[in-house]
């Protein structure tokens, strides 16, 4: 069974940095590219990242291109977002999510974790 | 960036009716378009992908099809379970993937 745990979340000041883990099992981690997704409160789904299975591309949505960095460690069976320069509008809960085709990046995405809570606020 | 627009924003709806969910992308994203279901304080749950084959486990009573650029979600008798917010999102010009801002369907 697929299991996606999402951890890191926390309350941070406005400007500061935070690193998001996200642990996956009951699936071969290293075929699949991994995603993260992000909901305000209230708000729809909006999507952030993406990094291959073999790490050796990432993509960004615009609004955290520069400011979030998306990494993997296959032999830990984890993909991370380091997040900088927090603003106020990073406040939301973030999920990451599995590509649902192996080797294949334009896929949607079939499982998701429970999401961590980031809260930006002074 | 491909802009998907789901309508209507609300859908309200009696138990056994059948619910018709739209999707429109601002650009054709051929077949290439998903649909999730959201329940309140769950995580998104993966139901259509390539527009029209149900995910894993999902009851035969959603259907999913369209190309290009309109879509549609079917959901052929409600049950209880069903109320939620459904999106749609289309991975076919990316990045970004992009998602609609959601249909939700409640009980009349």
């Known amino acids: 069974e697929v299991h996606l745990v999402e951890s890191g979340g926390v309350v941070v000041q406005p400007g500061g940095s935070l690193r998001l883990s996200c642990a996956a099992s009951?699936?071969?981690?290293?075929?699949?590219?991994m995603h993260w997704v992000r909901q305000a409160p209230g708000k729809g789904l909006e999507w952030l990242s993406v990094?291959?299975?073999?790490?050796?591309?990432?993509y960004y949505t615009d609004s955290v291109k520069g400011r979030f960095t998306v990494s993997r460690d296959n032999s830990k069976n984890s993909v991370y977002l380091q997040m900088n320069s927090l603003r106020d509008e990073d406040t939301a809960l973030y999920y990451c999510?599995?590509?649902?085709?192996?080797?294949?990046?334009?896929?949607?995405?079939?499982?998701w974790g429970q999401g961590t809570l980031v809260t930006v606020s002074s | 960036e491909i802009v998907m627009t789901q309508s209507p924003a609300t859908l309200s709806m009696s138990p056994g009716e059948r619910a018709t969910l739209s999707c429109r992308a601002s650009q054709g994203v051929g077949s290439n378009l998903a649909w999730y279901q959201q329940k309140p304080g769950q995580a998104p749950r993966l139901l259509m992908y390539h527009a029209s084959t149900r995910a894993t486990g999902i009851p035969a009573r959603f259907s999913g099809s369209g190309s290009g650029t309109e879509f549609t979600l079917t959901i052929s008798s409600l049950q209880s379970e069903d109320f939620a917010v459904y999106y749609c999102?289309?991975?076919?010009?990316?990045?970004?993937?992009?998602f609609g801002q959601g249909t939700k369907v409640e009980i009349k």
């Open positions: 009951g699936f071969t981690f290293d075929d699949y590219a």
């Open positions: 999510a599995k590509g649902a085709a192996s080797f294949i990046v334009a896929a949607g995405l079939d499982y």
């Open positions: 990094i291959t299975w073999d790490a050796g591309s990432t």
């Open positions: 999102q289309q991975y076919n010009n990316w990045p970004p993937w992009t």
